[in-house]
């Protein structure tokens, strides 16, 4: 019916929005990023919730370059937005150590916005995990696990421990990790010393 109306010239904004959520469901993602940029291109939307959406397409898609464009003009159109920030900081991690820079700052952000953000604490204990910084990383893992404990948290708070060379704490994390459901976790252990 949406496209019907699109082909009558019967469309509109919100006829597009609409289709490309149909289209979002179904994971058709080319075609609702074609909607969301009819959107933005032909009725210049100044919704930052239509770049969040399709940003997201695109990290679908492992667009990254083509994501943080549309989660930076989200954030431009309203500041602070917790989500999004996550969402361009996750894009700039994946795409390895020449953006870190700029996910630590993402998710740094997110922390002076709301502390207890444990997605946001994990994700820079992982940038600073990945650039050997063992220190920052276990206080990352810490905050993390004070506000949503997974077993990745103490998996990577007790590898860190380990580099750190305490090893009554990485066992101690380790073991958590197990009891959490951590698969892989007896070699973990071995690797580290810990009965």
């Known amino acids: 019916d949406l496209s019907k109306a699109v082909l009558l010239s019967a469309s509109s904004e919100e006829i597009y929005m609409m289709r490309a959520l149909c289209y979002s469901v179904q994971n058709k993602n080319e075609e609702a990023i074609a909607d969301y940029s009819t959107v933005i291109n032909l009725y210049k939307s100044k919704d ?20 943080i464009k549309d ?9 602070d937005d917790v989500a999004v920030l996550l969402s361009r900081g996750n894009c700039y991690y994946v795409q390895g150590k020449t953006k870190f820079m700029l996910a630590e700052l993402d998710f740094k952000k997110v922390l002076e916005l709301a502390p207890k953000n444990a997605i946001a604490a994990r994700s820079l204990g992982k940038v600073y995990f990945d650039q050997e910084k063992w220190q ?17 948290d103490y998996l990577f708070r007790g590898k860190s421990y380990y580099k750190l060379n305490k090893k009554k704490e990485c066992c101690s994390d380790l073991n958590k990790a197990g009891e959490l459901g951590f698969t892989g976790i007896e070699k973990e252990k071995q690797l580290a010393g810990c009965q």
Request: net charge positive; charged share 25%; no cysteine.
């Open 48 to 67: 930052a919730e239509v770049f969040r959406v399709r940003g997201d397409l695109f990290t679908k898609q492992e667009n990254y370059s083509a994501a």
């Open 71 to 79: 989660y930076s003009k989200a954030l431009s159109l309203k500041k």
């Open 136 to 152: 920052a990383a276990v206080d990352n893992f810490t905050l993390a696990i004070s506000n949503g404990a997974t077993s990745e």
